[in-house]
């Protein structure tokens, strides 16, 4: 599922309910039936990944920055996270391959780096729920797509809840849901929502407008 909408509409506010990273009322945000409140917190927050705009690297190796304290985690899928974040060749070229030592917040790697190391940290406990919230806004059009399918493609049947700005990105969702000032707008796919002509059909006029000035 897709979150449109512009800047201040509320999709990050949204997205940060359903962990209850905000105290929200009962009977407000609901996983698989269940309302949010009536499942423990840990429980809830070891089942969604959560990536945002922001990355978080610590001063420690590549390796452990993706496991971030996990044990039982095979070189096979941590490579896994890593081909799926497209960052894996990448790092083959550094002397020390995962074992590279990083500096604080990361300072070493360029913001795309950044992200999607950080993506591959969130992949690598496979949760049943995945939430991109911008994670890829450092990296141009074409890598974030390239990207988006790798991880579609190793998430498939799983739930992925992703915000971008970007039109390559927002069309492949099976649900968009458009949001403008905190309500509900509009929902449907991508044809339907161009072919009514609303508020979806005017954000995604403009974002290919600017897509198209940074190609």
Not at 161 to 181: M, N, P, Q
């Amino acid at each position: 599922m897709a979150l449109v909408g512009e800047v201040g509409s509320g999709k990050t506010t949204l997205l940060k309910n359903i962990p209850r990273l905000f105290d929200i009322p009962r009977s407000t945000v609901f996983i698989d039936g269940m309302d949010v409140h009536d499942i423990s917190l840990k429980t809830l927050r070891q089942n969604i990944g959560f990536v945002t705009q922001e990355t978080i690297i610590f001063s420690d190796t590549i390796r452990n920055n993706i496991l971030f304290g996990r044990d039982g985690i095979s070189k096979t899928a941590l490579e896994a996270v890593l081909r799926a974040a497209q960052i894996y060749d990448e790092i083959q070229t550094f002397e020390k391959g995962v074992d590279t030592f990083l500096g604080e917040r990361g300072v070493t790697l360029s913001g795309g780096q950044r992200q999607r190391l950080t993506i591959a940290r969130a992949l690598i406990s496979d949760p049943p729920i995945m939430i991109l919230d911008d994670a890829l806004s450092m990296v141009d059009t074409r890598t974030e797509a390239r990207i988006l399918d790798r991880i579609l493609e190793y998430r498939k049947h799983k739930t992925n809840l992703i915000v971008s700005h970007r039109v390559s990105t927002i069309s492949r969702a099976d649900l968009i849901v458009v949001l403008k000032g905190g309500e509900l707008l509009e929902t449907g796919k991508h044809t339907t929502l161009i072919e009514a002509g609303n508020e979806y059909a005017r954000l995604y006029e403009r974002q290919l407008i600017a897509q198209d000035l940074e190609i």
